[in-house]
């Protein structure tokens, strides 16, 4: 792992143990060469992977035993740079503690500059330009140190010792406008653009309802919750109920977005998550953010910097033209960003860390996987789109790169991927994409001119669970989401693999219904409640034009997808009758069951439905409040996926697909399972929803694997 600081560390473990020898960098990782007393090389190797620097994850290790060379010293050589790259870049990492105070100390040469850095913290991902890791390499290279900042750089007992990034303000990069000033604009309830470490942010005070509807309105994001920036840990638990894990997260050296409970009455402009039940906060995690939010102490909405559906904005002259319109002031800076970057979004499940959004602190960190992959390219899905190459025995995922509907995404989509082939001197040999034959990803991929394999999008999503928890088959894939291309041309969302000895088997699935109107159907939810209703043989009640639909089965595709089933659930219930943004629906029917569990469940045989919408229907009309409807729906689909798993005869259950980013749900089938025996693998490194697609599809079309017709067909 490169940027962490490990040479340093090397050179100072070698040095107390009175050992001679070498370190460099190379771009496969890190070489190290030192000789000595038997007893200190042997202290050398036991310390070396139990006192490495805390951010550091060392995925391989090889020793060999050499005949002394003679060196007079321990030195720290120039970085090798062969052509073969498989040595992993760390993300960017939020301010340390010790960077910190020197921020606010008075006395310290870096009082209030917004660059500060040291080995353990800082942009890494953002700036760098080629591997090896080094300063020449980066954004960094127009800033030449000054003597105190070269002393520390060359300084073996000081933490930024071959710190890279290392700045200080006689020799760094400089604001455009002074912080105090910006602090001001929002005071006043404008809106701040500031440029940050992977683009531009768009802030405005989060207390101050006309400030956050001017920005919806300017940003065209009709309903999408936005993200929370908050001073520290005791302000966020001012306003929302923060478990000891969640607090972890927020101060990780990754510094997530946080999905949390609000507390009541907890005064966050409505604006903000509207219809949400959950707020999406971050801890500054940079000096600048830190240095903005002193001045500035209240929550602010820090959400991306673009426009709905473009990428986020990095290039300077690029953001003054895209968000002058949306902006009020800028707050930029004269260090470049070499790629955009934005900033991840997770939240706990099963007690433990799952992403939803993978990008700064995350990205580009590698999936190691069993054995060596051919040189694979993949290009992921349509939504929540991310890339991936797989080097070795590791597949190396993009970061975030978002929906592809507009053309600044499919050019973004383009640049992600000439850029990590580049990172990487990646010659791909084969392109991996979805089966959508409209997808813009599966476009681009077959007119690459590469060999193309298509994977179908729901073993993508297995496959990719499966991969990141190193599970080898038989098992059991659980892939459940809103819109997947089916082998058979339909629209899959519901299905249930066995899989084993590279086969993959669909041995059950929902019930198909009809979704009236297609594509309008996934945004309005009365169109999926009125085809369950339909199939059902239950009155329809809505629109007479869609009724007719339904029954001439007029622009009607059938579907399996359970995201579909949570629509047409919440608009029976009352709980949401459109999705604004992709899954909102889904994530009110979990909100909605609050203090409303019960245990009870509604009949789902073998992923029949209909018996389930007669009763759910018949208690409403009944007066049932929303809370136990919505419980014993999840109820539900646990109790079909522990009926699956007793048929199945193996005890390996993979649980992937968008739906599983439903924390109730995911949990719930995690405890009935592990209770009766299975061993449940669920994500945590890679998100559940398409964003995992890619490392799926990577994986699949290295190792070749065949579809077997199933039981369910």
Avoid at 43 to 69: D, G, I, N
Avoid at 319 to 328: F, Q
Avoid at 629 to 651: C, M, Q, T
Avoid at 679 to 699: F, K
């Amino acid at each position: 792992m490169q940027g962490v600081g490990f040479r340093p560390f090397v050179y100072r473990l070698a040095t107390e143990l009175g050992l001679n020898g070498w370190v460099r960098n190379t771009s496969t990782g890190l070489d190290i060469e030192v000789e000595g007393a038997v007893r200190s090389l042997e202290a050398f190797l036991e310390r070396l992977e139990r006192e490495k620097p805390p951010p550091a994850v060392v995925l391989a290790r090889e020793v060999s035993r050499l005949a002394p060379a003679g060196f007079e010293r321990f030195e720290i050589l120039s970085s090798d740079g062969e052509e073969t790259r498989t040595a992993a870049v760390l993300p960017d990492l939020a301010t340390c503690r010790e960077c910190l105070a020197e921020l606010f100390d008075p006395a310290d040469r870096r009082y209030r500059y917004p660059f500060t850095n040291c080995t353990l913290c800082g942009p890494r991902y953002s700036i760098i330009r080629e591997i090896p890791y080094d300063r020449p390499n980066t954004t960094m290279q127009g800033f030449p140190l000054c003597p105190n900042c070269a002393r520390e750089y060359h300084d073996p007992a000081d933490r930024r010792f071959h710190a890279q990034p290392v700045a200080c303000p006689a020799c760094g990069p400089q604001l455009d406008a002074p912080i105090e000033q910006a602090a001001q604009v929002l005071e006043a309830g404008f809106i701040v653009a500031l440029k940050g470490i992977g683009g531009y942010q768009l802030l405005v005070d989060a207390l101050n309802e006309e400030a956050v509807v001017r920005l919806r309105r300017r940003k065209q994001r009709e309903e999408k919750p936005f993200a929370l920036l908050m001073r520290d840990l005791e302000t966020v638990r001012r306003y929302c109920l923060v478990s000891k894990e969640e607090a972890a997260l927020l101060e990780s050296p990754a510094a997530p977005i946080v999905l949390l409970e609000p507390r009541p009455g907890h005064g966050i402009a409505p604006s903000v998550a509207r219809r949400s039940p959950y707020l999406g906060v971050m801890l500054p995690y940079s000096p600048l953010h830190h240095l903005l939010a002193r001045e500035f102490p209240r929550p602010l909405v820090a959400t991306s910097g673009n426009r709905s559906d473009e990428p986020i904005a990095i290039d300077d002259a690029e953001a003054r033209d895209r968000l002058g319109p949306i902006a009020d002031f800028f707050l930029a800076h004269n260090r470049p960003i070499a790629r955009p970057v934005d900033d991840s979004v997770v939240r706990l499940a099963r007690r433990r860390e799952s992403v939803l959004r993978r990008a700064r602190g995350y990205a580009p960190l590698p999936i190691p996987v069993r054995s060596s992959l051919p040189p694979v390219l993949a290009v992921g899905a349509h939504l929540k789109n991310t890339v991936a190459i797989a080097v070795g025995r590791q597949v190396f995922v993009s970061q975030h790169i978002g929906d592809l509907d507009t053309l600044e995404a499919r050019q973004n989509f383009e640049r992600t991927i000439d850029d990590l082939c580049r990172l990487y001197r990646f010659r791909p040999e084969l392109v991996a994409c979805d089966m959508h034959p409209d997808y813009a990803s599966t476009l681009w991929a077959h007119r690459s001119g590469l060999p193309v394999i298509a994977i179908q999008h729901h073993h993508a999503h297995v496959a990719s669970c499966a991969a990141e928890n190193d599970v080898r088959p038989p098992y059991l894939g659980i892939a459940w989401d809103g819109t997947g291309y089916g082998l058979d041309g339909a629209i899959w969302g519901g299905e249930i693999f066995l899989v084993e000895d590279g086969r993959i088997e669909r041995i059950a699935h929902l019930r198909p219904f009809r979704l009236p109107g297609g594509e309008a159907a996934i945004r309005e939810c009365r169109r999926a409640a009125m085809g369950v209703s339909f199939e059902a043989g239950l009155p329809l009640e809505g629109n007479p034009h869609i009724a007719r639909m339904l029954e001439r089965n007029v622009n009607s595709p059938s579907t399996t997808s359970v995201g579909r089933l949570f629509d047409a659930v919440a608009s029976l219930a009352g709980v949401a009758h459109f999705n604004h943004f992709e899954g909102q629906a889904a994530m009110e029917l979990e909100a909605a069951i609050g203090g409303g569990r019960t245990e009870e469940a509604y009949p789902l045989p073998a992923g029949d439905w209909a018996e389930l919408i007669r009763r759910l229907r018949a208690d409403i009309e009944a007066g049932v409040p929303a809370p136990p409807v919505a419980a014993r729906f999840h109820n539900a689909l646990v109790e079909w996926i522990v009926e699956v798993a007793r048929a199945s005869g193996v005890r390996q259950i993979i649980m992937s697909g968008g739906v599983f980013q439903n924390r109730y749900l995911t949990e719930h089938a995690a405890a009935r399972l592990e209770a009766l025996g299975f061993a449940v693998y669920t994500h945590q490194r890679v998100p559940a929803n398409d964003g995992g697609i890619a490392l799926g599809q990577a994986v699949l079309a290295a190792r070749g694997y065949s579809y077997v017709p199933g039981r369910s067909g």
